[in-house]
């Protein structure tokens, strides 16, 4: 193989590990993003929740919203909501 030939094979090799080595860093990132995103909605939660149990009215309406929000049978399920069969959203969408 000429000289040439090799500088080109190891840069190409130099850039395919550079393309691994930001495709691991764009990974941890976006895992690192969804473990602020979980952990905000739990705070979120844990506040909702401990308002919910001290305020009745806070309660009532939370549960309204929880209601219209949750489609998902199993997620229903939790707080007692009857299943829903092809609901519609406000806007029209299923």
Known sequence: MSEIKEKIQKQ?????????R????RAKATAEA???DTRRKILIGAAMLA??????????N????LDQYLT???DR???DFPAMEHHQHENGDY
């Open 72 to 74: 998902a049978d199993r």
């Open 51 to 60: 308002k919910a149990q001290n305020n009745e009215a806070f309660n009532t």
């Open 77 to 79: 399920q939790l707080f």
């Open 22 to 25: 930001l495709k691991r860093l």
């Open 62 to 65: 939370l549960m309204q919203v």
């Open 12 to 20: 190409q090799q130099k850039i395919n590990q550079e393309k691994a």
């Open 34 to 36: 969804r473990k602020v």
